[in-house]
Every structure is written in structure tokens, then in C-alpha cells.
DNA sequence: CCATTATGTTTTTTT
DNA sequence: AACATAATGG
């Protein structure tokens, strides 16, 4: 009966299958089918007679766990399934805390604040406490902050050790205040208080604890201390804990991930089992090799995994530089192209993974030109698009009215004549009060004398009628019905083209109408329940939970976001110093490791072809800097990537330098062109311009073309040429461009 | 109070 | 380069 869930499983996988009691820890290289088997030992269990129900796994992602589900729909029966809880921590804690949150004499109704809230909300915080907003901002003090909660660290023990501390310290507490006030939690909170409910309340942490006998954790290597402790709370005395990692794929420190917390699960959980996957069966063996060389050539590990595959060898790993981020693009385009006319790909088996949103800009115009179908995985995220979360602020105030945030951010939008000063007048009359900010709007209905000018005070008093009437009706309105009422009522529409042109308008009003799309799929649910579940879960949706397999389309994806997926062809660009590593990485070795890390989760996404890509010189910042390849490129040996076509004089420089040692560690990021050192042909900067517009010219690559424009850039001359495919910058110093009579 | 202009800021990475 | 906020003037 229970053999058919163990064919197809290596002796490795099965054992880890079949561990069901007590600390196992799973260490498993990049496609090495632990999605298998963690599904596969949550069937396991349920065959072996496990209550479904006492079964909690935690992935990382809300699209993992609903796949999860999916394949385990498949090999148990669907109410079991059903009946498992599955989820990421931060929807998980949300979703207990709903009944638990009671215990620390707050509202079950809470709202959630995503990072966008948050940061508003200690701007107010740091407005009120009279700070310089130039010197403290917002942004960097709530980062504070965030660390402290991921550290379990509360304002009162944030540590005051000098005036920058205070200055944090203080803004700790009052945002803390804010938020309580507001009903609101953030992101850190759901996780940070629901640690609190179980150490305040052992009672309630001893049923969650009978309740999930058995756990599972997904991505243990980037937990960090507030998911750390929450583990072993839940983990208790029983310690059934099934915890996967790869310490090689760590990449988010950032966000407090720790990655002893998988180095030491022995000694946290003695007894404890690990089971090492080692065999890959995602990419070639000549893709693991690379990835194997550069992670080798990173600091000690505990332990070593020596991953192998069935694959065969495969393709070649191959290099490819560009003149600069757009011919880089284009390179990517044109190989797509070629790849899908091959027959042997398809635009979805492609995926272009980078550093940082930013670089996919270049990729979309290239891509664009080519008309190949793509789709960009987060950039600006739909949900935090400034339409998006105005109209949502409407919904969440309904929900909530004393979400403070989402107050001031639609009091005048659309814009109804409540300017600075009336909401200025009405915060601090609130404070005088000694009440919040919408009861004091409630207190406008009374006789109470007002700050306000007449008709101040009835603007006031109609945007409350509003939010009145949008509350009255919630109790009755299916949430479509609830949304359309809003965005009549207020005219949305309108309120967008005014402020944008046609075109722009028309496109955010697309978003907007998408908003309420996604709602419909709330309306089964009992009116009740229909606005909070969908706030709650478009609170928490990430961009990869909806990256769509199907779609014949390439992916633009980061690199963070792309850990744990896998595509048949996969360009790595932008693979340069300050880029990766990033230049804030740059100078602490521990984060160049995890940058490093970052390029090897990338490497190991490809099943058989792999691109690794950069630019000679990158527009970033509006500005032009010429670039080196990444000193990672260093670590891996020279015949295992097919090396770069030369394809100009400019490439010989920066390339020639690469696997010598030079351009190593301690290299200067993105060099100046001072320092670049004497150049090839033209050891002194030109004074002037030498080519004009209109002269014909002939290039070792692109062949024949005419000059459009030449002007004086970086101490070099930067030459426009329209060339018989595209038009082309060329700084005159490298590209050897001949004069044609 | 609003529209236009000027200035400044941004780019890590994410739930 | 693109975007957001601040300053300025109507």
C-alpha cells in the first residue's frame, strides 16, 4: 500500500520519508526533490494513520503551500488534504492570531500594515516627536525597528546606548502606540506577538502543541529568531520537527534570517537525525559543476554536500558579455528567439533572473522589440500600486475605521478640499481630545464646538457620511457589490484621469478594475467573512505566489525570488562588481558570502542550458560607469564555461583581466574611467568631437553604418551609430571605427 | 487650496 | 532616468 508513495525515491529520500518520530533535519541540495519528499511524508503519515489535522507544515511561499496541497490532493484522499494546515508564518500567525489575539486585550479585526504603511506610519511617528525628517528617516529607523522585532527585542530593551539609539528607541514605542491604536499589525508584529501569546500564556501555546503533533518546516536556513522561536515553541517536548534546508541557499540575512539556526539544529534538538539529499535530478552535470566550483569557493562549511546527477553532462555553462546593459538584453532576446526557434524551448521554459528590480527594465525593452511574450516578476507589486492602495484604503476603513494609515491617506483622495492644514487642525484636535483620529471626525456630528470653519467642518463631516454609508454597507453587499459601491461613489475614474493622462489613467484604472476582479472570488464566502479574509490575504500575497507556469512567457525574476523554482534555459545577468555583489554588500565578508550564495541559487534554477551574463558598461543612476565582471566568476575554473565570443575591442579589456587574479577581492567596484589606467590606442582624452553627423562608417561587427550623433562623455568620445539592425552607442576609444569616404 | 515647478532621492534583496 | 516630495506662485 505505502510502497507506491516510496517508487521513485532514492534510499536517501526514503529514509527521510520514513522518519516519522523525533528531530530530523534534512539538508538538501538545489533539485534534489524535497518538495517529493516533503509531500510525500506528509502522505506517509496520513497512511500510517496520522490525523491530517495534527499535521502543520510551513513553506515559503503561499504558492508552495498551495501546491502542497495540490499534490497531496492527488495522493491522499482530498478531505485529508483538506483537513492539513499548511501556510508561510507570517499567513499562519495571521490566521491564529484571529483567535488568539484576544489574550492580549486587542481586537480580533485587526488590519495589516505592509511595508508601504509602515514606513507612513513613522513618518507621523516622527513628525510628532519634532525629529528632522532629513536625519532620521523614516524608512531607516522603521528598518531599525523591523531587526529589532525579528530579534524578539521590544522598544522597552532596545538598547539606549547613545542618541541615535533614543532617537530609535523612543519612535519604537510611540510607533508601537500607533499601532495599537490603529488596530493594525505589521508584518513583524504577527509573527513577534504570537511568540508573546505562547510565553504569556501557556495554557494557549499547550493547544496549539496537542493540536500539531507533527511539524514541517520548508527553507529552514533563512528563519530567523522570531520563526526560530516560534518552531520550538510549537516543536515542545514531542520535537516531531521535520525541518529542510540548504545552508548554500541562504539569502536573507537581511531580513535577520540566521543561518546557525540550521548549523546548530543538532545541538538545539538532540537525537536529532540528518539526511543528506545529494542527487540532483533538475539540471546537467555540467551546470552543478559550476554552481559546485563557486560555492567551493566560498568559507567553511558544516556540512558538504557533493551533488551529482543521472543527467548526463550536458551543455556547456557559457559566458557572454555586452557593451552594456541594452546589447546585454539583447543578447538575452536574441538567444531566446533562437532557442524557441529551435523547437527544442519554450518562451515559459526561459527565465532571466538579476540582482535588482531595477535591471529589468533594459530586458523589457529588448524583449518588447523582439515581441517575445514575458512576464516580470515584482518591480512595483501590483498591491502596492498607489491607485491600488488608495481604493483599498477605502475598503480597509470600512473594515476597520480606526486604521489611522489609511485615514490620512485618503481623507483627500480624491481630492474633496481637506488640505494640510485641516488635517493637521484635525490631528491635533484629536490629541486635545484625547481620542483618535476618526472618533474626533464621529465627535464633529455632536454639538461640541470645533476648530473648523463652516466649511471645513462639513467636508469633514461628508467624507464621514461616506465611510458611514460604505460600513452599512458592508453588512449587506456581496464585496463586489461593496467595491463597485465605493468606486461610484467616489468617482474613481474620474479622480484618475484628472490626474493622469489618458493613456496612464486608462491603465490604472485597469488595476483598479483587476482589485475588484480578485474580489470576486471572495463572494462565496458569507458576506460577513468576505471583506476581512480578502484583505487578509491580499495583505500577504507575495509576486512569485503569482507567477503563472502556464503562460507560454519568459520570466524576469530576481534572484531572491526565483529560490526554489527551475526553468530549462536561464540567463544570469548583470553579473558584475556592484552589482554582485551589490555594492552595499561589497565591504562585509559575511554578505559577499551571501551574495555568492545568491549567484549559486541562481546557477542551480537552469535544467540545462545556463547564460551567465554582464556588461561593459551599465547605465545605472542616469549615469554611465564602466564595469568589471564579478570576482565570483574568479572561483570557477576556466574550462568548464565556453568563454565569450570577442566581439569588440572593448571586450578584450575588462575580460582579459578575469580569470588572472585580477579583479579578485578588493577591487574598487565600478571603475572610473581615471582609473582604468592608459588606454589601448588613445592614451589622452579627446578635446573634441571627431566624428559628425552623417558620416559613413565601418564597424569590425556590425559592419557599415552611419554616424547620427558624437559628443564628449567621461573624457572619451561616445559615438551614436545607426547600424543596419539597430542604432548603437560605441565610444569611439574601443569600438575602432573606420571613416568611410 | 491647487497647479506648476524645483529639488532631492532613489537601487539591494521581501513577508 | 524616474519618481516623489518640497517650494513657489496663482
Redesign the pocket.
Known amino acids: 500500500m505505502a510502497e507506491e508513495l516510496f517508487s521513485g525515491l532514492n534510499p536517501a529520500q526514503r529514509r527521510a520519508v520514513e522518519a516519522i518520530s523525533g528531530p530530523v533535519l534534512v539538508l538538501a541540495g538545489p533539485g534534489s526533490g524535497k518538495t517529493r519528499v516533503l509531500t510525500h511524508r506528509i502522505a506517509y503519515l496520513i497512511r500510517e494513520g496520522i490525523d491530517p489535522y495534527s499535521i502543520l507544515a510551513v513553506t515559503f511561499?503561499n504558492k508552495a503551500a498551495r501546491e502542497m496541497k495540490e499534490r497531496l490532493s492527488v495522493l491522499v484522499n482530498p478531505a485529508d488534504a483538506h483537513a492539513l494546515t499548511v501556510g508561510?508564518f507570517?499567513?499562519l500567525c495571521a490566521r491564529f492570531l484571529r483567535r488568539e489575539i484576544t489574550h492580549l486585550g486587542r481586537e480580533r479585526d485587526f488590519v495589516i500594515y505592509d511595508?508601504d504603511d509602515q514606513e507612513r506610519l513613522m513618518r507621523r511617528v516622527i513628525r510628532e516627536l519634532n525629529l528632522d525628517?532629513?536625519k532620521n528617516?523614516a524608512r531607516a529607523i522603521h528598518a531599525r525597528i523591523s531587526s529589532a522585532k525579528n530579534e524578539l527585542v521590544s522598544s522597552s530593551e532596545f538598547p539606549r546606548l547613545n542618541y541615535a539609539d533614543e532617537i530609535a528607541a523612543r519612535c519604537y514605542e510611540r510607533y508601537q502606540n500607533l499601532l495599537r491604536e490603529s488596530n493594525a499589525l505589521d508584518?513583524d508584529d504577527l509573527l513577534v506577538e504570537l511568540v508573546h501569546i505562547f510565553e504569556l500564556f501557556p495554557n494557549v501555546l499547550e493547544w496549539y502543541q496537542n493540536r500539531y503533533q507533527y511539524l514541517l518546516v520548508d527553507e529552514y536556513q533563512d528563519t530567523n529568531k522570531v520563526q526560530y522561536t516560534l518552531v520550538r515553541q510549537l516543536a515542545g517536548e514531542q520535537r516531531n520537527l521535520f525541518a529542510v534546508g540548504d545552508e548554500d541557499q541562504s539569502v536573507y540575512a537581511?531580513?535577520g534570517a540566521d543561518i546557525r539556526n540550521i548549523r546548530q539544529f543538532e545541538q538545539d534538538y538532540s537525537d536529532s537525525q540528518v539526511i543528506l539529499l545529494e542527487q540532483n535530478y533538475r539540471s546537467t552535470q555540467a551546470i552543478l559543476d559550476t554552481a559546485q566550483a563557486l560555492i567551493a569557493g566560498g568559507g567553511k562549511k558544516k556540512h558538504v554536500k557533493k551533488l551529482w546527477t543521472k543527467n548526463g553532462v550536458g551543455m556547456q555553462v557559457s559566458l557572454h558579455e555586452g557593451y552594456d546593459q541594452d546589447e546585454e538584453a539583447s543578447f538575452v532576446a536574441d538567444e531566446i528567439t533562437r532557442l524557441v526557434a529551435s523547437g527544442d524551448y519554450s518562451y515559459g521554459g526561459c527565465a532571466v533572473m538579476y540582482?535588482?528590480?531595477?535591471q529589468s527594465r533594459a530586458l523589457e525593452e529588448a524583449l518588447n522589440r523582439r515581441r517575445v511574450p514575458y512576464q516580470i516578476v515584482?518591480g512595483t507589486r501590483f498591491y502596492e500600486r498607489?491607485e491600488i492602495k488608495d481604493v483599498l484604503a477605502y475598503l480597509r476603513l470600512t473594515f476597520n475605521p480606526y486604521d489611522s494609515v489609511s485615514l490620512g491617506r485618503v481623507l483627500?483622495w480624491p481630492?474633496r478640499?481637506?488640505?494640510?492644514?485641516?488635517e493637521s487642525e484635525l490631528l491635533r484636535w484629536a490629541a486635545e481630545l484625547g481620542v483618535l483620529t476618526f472618533q474626533a471626525l464621529r465627535e464633529l456630528e455632536s454639538d461640541t464646538p470645533t476648530p473648523f470653519t463652516a466649511r471645513?467642518k462639513s467636508t469633514l463631516l461628508s467624507f464621514l457620511a461616506l465611510i458611514d454609508q460604505f460600513i452599512a454597507a458592508r453588512a449587506e453587499l456581496p464585496l463586489t457589490n461593496l467595491i463597485d459601491l465605493i468606486l461610484a461613489r467616489l468617482d474613481v475614474r474620474e479622480a484618475l484621469v484628472k490626474d493622469y493622462d489618458a493613456e496612464e489613467a486608462e491603465e490604472r484604472w485597469m488595476n483598479v478594475q483587476e482589485l475588484r476582479n480578485v474580489a470576486a472570488k471572495y463572494v462565496n464566502l458569507p458576506i460577513e467573512g468576505q471583506l476581512s479574509t480578502y484583505l487578509e490575504e491580499i495583505a500577504?500575497v507575495?509576486?512569485?505566489d503569482k507567477v503563472d507556469g502556464k503562460a507560454d512567457a519568459v520570466t524576469c525574476i530576481?534572484l531572491?525570488?526565483a529560490k526554489g523554482l527551475e526553468y530549462p534555459a536561464v540567463f544570469l545577468v548583470g553579473l558584475e562588481e556592484g552589482l554582485l555583489p551589490?555594492s552595499?554588500?561589497s565591504d562585509d565578508p559575511e554578505?559577499v558570502e551571501e551574495e555568492r550564495r545568491l549567484l549559486y541559487v541562481g546557477m542551480t534554477r537552469a535544467r540545462q542550458r545556463l547564460y551567465l551574463c554582464y556588461a561593459f558598461r551599465r547605465l545605472?543612476?542616469?549615469r554611465v560607469s564602466l564595469s568589471t565582471p564579478t570576482r565570483f566568476l574568479a572561483d570557477i575554473p576556466k574550462e568548464l564555461i565556453k568563454q565569450p565570443k570577442k566581439r569588440s575591442a572593448a571586450a578584450t579589456s575588462p575580460q582579459a583581466s578575469m580569470f588572472s587574479g585580477r579583479g579578485g577581492y578588493g577591487g574598487a567596484p565600478p571603475r572610473s574611467p581615471a582609473s582604468t589606467g592608459p588606454r589601448p590606442q588613445r592614451p589622452v582624452a579627446p578635446t573634441e568631437v571627431s566624428f559628425v553627423s552623417g558620416q559613413p562608417v565601418h564597424h569590425a561587427t556590425f559592419g557599415k553604418g552611419v554616424v547620427l550623433s558624437s559628443r564628449l562623455v567621461d573624457g572619451d568620445e561616445e559615438v551614436t551609430v545607426s547600424f543596419a539592425d539597430k542604432e548603437r552607442k560605441l565610444l569611439a576609444s574601443f569600438a575602432r571605427l573606420e571613416k568611410l569616404a
Open positions: 511561499t508561510t507570517h499567513s511595508s525628517e532629513k528617516p508584518f537581511f531580513r540582482r535588482i528590480n531595477a515584482g498607489k483627500n481630492g478640499g481637506i488640505g494640510e492644514r485641516s471645513s500577504l507575495s509576486e512569485v530576481t531572491h525570488q551589490h552595499r554588500s554578505k545605472s543612476f542616469g
